[in-house]
């Protein structure tokens, strides 16, 4: 996982506009394949992980711009705290949001953020940390063999780049969070480069993940449109719906 993560393409788009282009064709046709989705019962979860000051919101926002919002569900903020003290399992939030047949559920923070920060922050024993990594493998699977498309993306920046987009944080309002969040990681890289691989790698075994490098904001939004299209259009044809063609999503 270490060696996919240093292989992704971190550069500059060449040309911005050809990709503004491509971002705004694929948002149409997303709308297209949700109501295709809606007419075959297919069921999909989208899970958009990544570094803070990644731009996961900006991507989430480009993902549904043009979505139905009657037929999806955008699960944006932290899940539940306390549940182990409550005696629940720790993904009953997330099964709770199991979609319906037809529906979209978007994650912003899914189960492998919680599963980083107890790692990270919560310090989780070894033991502990693996039996929750194979509790998120077993629902992903139980998930597909039900029929639901899963598809995940992890979007991904080097040190480098994630200390220049700290500093463009500093004066944007409500972005506490996420710049503690961000000082944490940059604190203590290697133990969170290390846990993200890990977590990557042991999470993998449920659903695949697609790894989109970030450094230009703009080609990430694309990359992700596009795995996630690609993802819906595949779902569609394993049910025998006929896709539609260029012109109905325009």
Known sequence: MRRRLDALDLEPAA????????INLLQRRLAVLQRASREHQLASVVVIEGWATVGKRA??????????????????????????????????PFWQRTPARGA?????????????????????????????????????RLLVDDGTLVTKIFLHLDRASMRKRLETLRDEPRAEARLARAERTLSAWKQAFEAVCDGLARTE???????????????ARLRTLERVAEAIEGGLERRGAQLPDDEEAT
């Open 15 to 22: 040309d911005r506009d050809a990709v503004k282009d491509r």
């Open 59 to 92: 991507i989430l926002h480009s993902l549904v711009e043009r979505l139905d919002p009657r037929g999806f569900l955008v699960q944006a903020g932290d899940v539940d705290a306390g549940l182990d003290a409550d005696g629940l399992p720790w993904m009953w």
């Open 104 to 140: 979209f559920v978007i994650y912003h923070r899914s189960w492998f953020a919680q599963l980083l920060e107890e790692r990270l922050e919560h310090g989780k024993t070894t033991a502990t940390w693996s039996r929750r990594c194979a509790d998120a493998v077993h629902y992903e």
């Open 205 to 219: 075994a449920g659903c695949p993940w697609h790894l989109v490098g970030a450094f230009d904001g703009r080609l």
